[in-house]
Structures are given as C-alpha cells and as structure tokens.
C-alpha cells in the first residue's frame, strides 16, 4: 500500500507541474527563436538612419579575408542590381511594400575578391545609402548579405521600383565575375508576393 501510494502520489506531481514543464518549454524555444532572429539581423547595422552592411558581425567575419594592397588589384569592373523596395499589383490600384535580402558572393574558388564600394541608388537616381562603409575582401567563395527593410518610410529607405545597387569589385587577376542576388518579398492583406532578381556585369559601351 506504501508504494501504491507513493506512485499515486508521484503521478499526481507529475501531472500537476507538466503544463508548467511544457509552457517553460515553450517560453525557452521562443526566446530561443528571438536570439536566433537578432543574430540573423547582425548581417547590416543602421549608421545615421542608413543601412550598412555589418562587417564587425560574425556572419561577416567568417567570410572576410585580409585586405589585398591597392596596387596588387589589376581586374576592376562593377555588378548592377534592380532591387524593389514597392511593386504595383491588382491592375496598379495597390502598391506593395518589399523587403529584400540581398547576397553578394565571391563565385572563385581559389582567389579572393576586393569589394570597393557598394551604392544603393533611388529611381531617380540619388544616392541613398553607402552600403559598404569601407572596403573589404571575400574569401574564396565567401559571402556577405545585407536585409533592405520593408519599413522605408522610417528607415529612409526609399528606392521604389526603380531603385538599384552598383557594387565596385576588384582582384589581382582574372576570376569569375561575382555574383549578386536578392530575394525580393512583400505582402499586403492576404497576398503575399515574392521574386529573385540577378545583378549583371556592366561592360563599358564605346
């Protein structure tokens, strides 16, 4: 009878602090998800209302190599990219708010490659923020990333549907051209909309 009622008596605890163990659970793995999400973020920084991409960051440090000096850098050109910070649907009578994650990759797997700048321009043309604060080098087949935030009319951030990032590369020699990518996403209602756009070397026209 002791151990009858010593194993009632244990099952009767355990089910009184299980909703608890599960909540405690719960509230663990959400802060979990925040942590995870604010680590996420680190990948840019705002500087004076503006985005920069986050160099001081881990995610970035792992991909950086040490600075090649200027003199060494003999292949220099530029990569375009259209970006959308709105797009009109239903026929242009609504206008959508995008967010872009955008990725740019040293695509050479032995060579390391110079970013010299990268400017992110509006529809009309104005610059509107220096996303790279300095240069910085790519690891072989390193990447960094930068989040264009959905929030343009507080974070300053307004390219519209004509906005555009010209990045500024070099290297010491010949090397696949590097790669740049966003993902473009936005949702208004119950519809959510999202594409990739590819940025394209510039090839001067004489």
Do not use: C
């Amino acid at each position: 009878m002791v151990r009858l009622s010593t194993a009632r008596e244990n099952l009767r605890v355990v089910r009184t602090l299980l909703p608890k163990m599960v909540m405690g659970f719960g509230f663990a793995a959400i802060v979990t998800l925040a942590l995870q999400a604010g680590a996420l973020a680190q990948a840019a920084r705002m500087v004076d209302g503006k985005m920069q991409i986050d160099l001081n960051s881990d995610r970035a440090k792992a991909s950086l190599a040490p600075a090649i000096d200027e003199s060494k850098l003999k292949i220099k050109a530029q990569v375009y990219l259209p970006l959308y910070s709105s797009v009109v649907v239903g026929g242009g009578a609504t206008v959508v708010h995008m967010g872009a994650n955008v990725t740019l990759r040293n695509a050479s797997v032995d060579m390391p490659v110079t970013i010299q700048g990268a400017r992110y321009f509006d529809r009309n043309g104005e610059l509107v923020s220096q996303l790279a604060p300095v240069a910085f080098t790519l690891k072989p087949m390193g990447t960094v990333e930068i989040f264009i935030p959905i929030t343009e009319a507080s974070v300053g951030i307004k390219g519209g549907r004509g906005g555009s990032i010209l990045v500024d590369w070099a290297a010491e020699g010949s090397v696949p051209e590097p790669m740049m990518e966003a993902l473009v996403l936005g949702s208004v209602g119950n519809g959510s909309y999202s594409f990739t756009v590819q940025g394209r070397g510039l090839t001067p026209v004489h």
